[in-house]
């Protein structure tokens, strides 16, 4: 099949592609399109062509061309995700959204904007905030990866606990069949019930049902003043019962994140910033509202954690003082990155009072697969990010990795919790779907894929076990174990 | 066709249905079914038969005996509805949902609950209330309307501008597809991103993709205090500045509702509250958070609303004085419907800016279709009711008011709006569904109609104009101006 591709890349559908963007916007040399086959995962496939639109039209264009020429297509904004979402599994033609770099409008007396594909999340978070008002998703990889990728994986960050995530800001989207088809979906208005409600349904679908084009996004009021504090701890229930406690008081701060002691360890070996490496969990904690009610929710805070044993607690006075405070959360991935070679970082989600239960699973896990794992995350939300640091070249090492990511699955669905709540399903979850939704959910799914692109050439790979790369290792052991809620949940 | 489905209802069908159930929950005398034949709309047909079912697993083999047979199947909560959502069309059986009267779980630590279709969205939101916590969604209905139908229908209510719609809170939902198989969306998480979005797919979706019979739903904290403020100006477009000011300096009440002065004399009438009928129009302001924050706002709101020209701001300082300011606004709908015999109650929905635009033309309209028509609505969502008192019997005059209707639709998607910003499509906006949709979009939402309901045997004449009964008036004069947004937009 590869081999029929190349042939048929290589005669008139290149041609055919050229016509529609031009020759500098098509790559085929394979220096070039070798760079197009990474994302932050560890896995690497090759495209056969990469494809750089600049337009709605050249979006319909392609996919016209290369439905006809039975290509598979794969959008991608910066590649910056954790979940194998844009590896071009099966080759064909990537589909580079870069171009795509207009933010047209933000309108402050509607509260809402217009942007497109390619834009950073970053970028236009920061055009956002210049007309004083607020974006509120902030994932961590906001400064490379794109408002498209964004929308696609229903992107999240630390801020989700208070402001919700890409879901709950995209009123609408301009998104392309693989027919070529041009689909409005949703509109400028917060309410709005007409018909199914095909904005939600391709927030989150990885690229898999269409192409997103651009997206008229939700704006809010920017919060006049924030103020953050770091809690170190001896022991993670003191921790954990921070988090309850705030939430049971009825405070909702911005941000709730998690630190654990190993995460500790990797951040100080690199930065020397001073962490407390005895301590077993830091929580950096984010309050935001008017000047008189983030003071007097830090003091608050304060006085609750101090209660529950917490063994210090810092509150920023400026804001160069809460970018150190910040500091040791968000250096974490590149700490972890000096460790070992390769890393695999998961979002196993739970709900929030498994947190504790959660954390020492993990701790299990690492010690009985020996992987090296930190844990970090966002409390709030039950969003917790294992990562192991580990050698890809080491069989022996990975097949133990892969074990253990298994491991975190089933013990991740036993507590209530789900697969993945912000780096999407890709290649990476996609054989664990059963596991989570049963063949009845599994069977909706693909019917929804078969009315979109019945030839399953957007973005094959992805989402469905059956397409998906088998998982390294057999996942017999765990089978028998995972009972499917669907099942099991009282009626 | 009737008589078909009457014949095999006569027979083994009612049998199986009265096994499954029970004789006492399964209603076949025309005395009681023609109770079921009603909703909010002025519309009524008859089901041929209602099952009142009890469980998941009731719902579920009613569904298959109804598949086996061919027989339409029409879920039903409380029958509130605006838009004809639960009228049965195509006959069938009407599948009365309440018996499911459980509220499952309240978990104050991980921030949601379970709860049953049939349970009232009043009923379920005191019950969170005792717990300290707090279900936003309050639609007018919520007295009587159901969860399920909340759900079915992604009700809103005046508190959507700050806390969002029914959407914004449902995490998961247990659902039964015509077919009988048992889906479990969501879960528990508000991270969650494990496949497409089956949650929010159903969301909305009118009952015609399959039967929610639980949903597990978001909760928050409550706030701790509000304050209420009733404005009223001598021009309308000073109260769209004071929505628009009110915004733009950041601040997000928890209610702005908009009453104009034709609503404001129908009440009046009725409860003789002492409004200022002179006045071109009232806000009605909530305000919500700490008791300093919310004092603070109130103040600020009062001297902003002073200062675009109100002529009185009055401000409640006890409960039950805010519950007096509300009254004017919760009393039009039953003040409306002592004028005349009947109502046709629209949701046109707006970006916020065209409000005054979109009033306005509602009274050119009125004045053009000589009909009676009030404006009254959310303000802070351009979410605007436009009711039309009139008499169902009087043949020429629903001849103008349904002109009338057409006329607010091309009006409203002309403005950049929305057919419908919380009541549901149903058969009332099927026949314009077009307008906003094109081709394009009603194809994909035709092509996921038959990936879960290929007979399509569940809520028929719904959403889709194809199916629903068509428009009493003939639409050619509009089809030529309303140009679909699909082919009208910027590429």
């Not at 409008?105 to 834009?119: H, M, T, W």
């Not at 997206?215 to 954990?240: F, G, Q, S």
């Not at 939430?247 to 995460?263: H, N, V, W, Y």
């Amino acid at each position: 099949m590869k081999a029929a591709i190349q042939r048929s890349m290589e005669s008139s559908v290149l041609a055919e592609l050229v016509r529609v963007v031009g020759a500098k916007e098509v790559l085929v040399d394979i220096e070039e399109r070798a760079l197009y086959g990474y994302d932050a995962t560890i896995h690497r496939f090759v495209p056969d062509a990469v494809v750089r639109v600049g337009s709605l039209k050249e979006v319909c264009d392609v996919l016209q061309i290369c439905r006809q020429a039975h290509l598979p297509v794969v959008p991608r904004g910066a590649a910056t995700g954790l979940s194998g979402g844009v590896l071009p599994v099966r080759g064909g033609v990537m589909l580079d959204m870069g171009r795509l770099q207009r933010i047209r409008e933000i309108n402050r007396e509607d509260l809402y904007a217009v942007v497109e594909a390619g834009v950073t999340v970053e970028r236009f978070a920061e055009a956002v905030q210049e007309t004083g008002l607020f974006f509120p998703p902030d994932p961590s990889s906001a400064r490379a990866s794109t408002m498209g990728g964004g929308v696609a994986e229903n992107a999240g960050g630390p801020h989700a606990f208070k402001y919700g995530v890409f879901r709950d800001y995209v009123l609408g989207l301009t998104a392309v069949k693989m027919d070529g088809t041009v689909v409005r979906t949703g509109g400028k208005t917060v309410k709005n019930v007409s018909g199914y409600d095909l904005t939600r349904l391709l927030v989150g679908s990885e690229g898999t049902l269409a192409v997103v084009v651009d997206a008229t996004v939700r704006l809010i009021p920017a919060p006049k003043a924030k103020r953050t504090l770091l809690t170190a701890y001896d022991r993670l229930d003191d921790a954990a019962a921070s988090v309850s406690q705030i939430i049971a008081r009825g405070m909702q701060p911005a941000a709730l994140e998690f630190i654990d002691d190993a995460s500790m360890r990797v951040v100080e070996d690199y930065l020397h910033l001073g962490l407390p490496l005895d301590a077993e969990a830091l929580l950096l904690i984010e309050v935001d509202g008017s000047e008189a009610e983030v003071s007097r929710q830090a003091d608050e805070i304060t006085a609750l954690c101090e209660s529950l044993n917490a063994r210090s607690v810092k509150v920023a006075v400026s804001e160069a003082e809460a970018a150190g405070l910040w500091k040791a959360r968000k250096s974490i991935s590149s700490a972890v990155a000096r460790i070992k070679p390769s890393k695999v970082s998961e979002d196993a989600t739970v709900p929030r009072s498994q947190i504790p239960a959660m954390v020492r699973k993990l701790k299990e896990i690492a010690q009985h697969y020996e992987v090296d794992l930190v844990v970090f995350g966002h409390a709030g939300d039950g969003n917790l990010h294992p990562n192991i640091m580990c050698d890809e070249t080491n069989q022996e090492e990975m097949g133990r990795v892969w074990q253990a990511v298994a491991e975190i699955f089933a013990v991740t669905l036993e507590l209530g919790g789900t697969l993945t709540g912000e780096h999407g399903v890709g290649t990476m979850k996609a054989p664990f779907m059963q596991w989570e939704h049963g063949e009845e959910g599994l069977a909706v799914m693909r019917a929804i894929k078969n009315a979109w692109d019945p030839d399953h050439l957007l973005n094959p790979g992805k989402l469905f076990p059956e397409d998906a790369p088998p998982w390294p290792v057999s996942l017999e052991p765990w089978e028998s174990r995972v009972k499917h809620r669907g099942t099991s949940w009282p009626t």
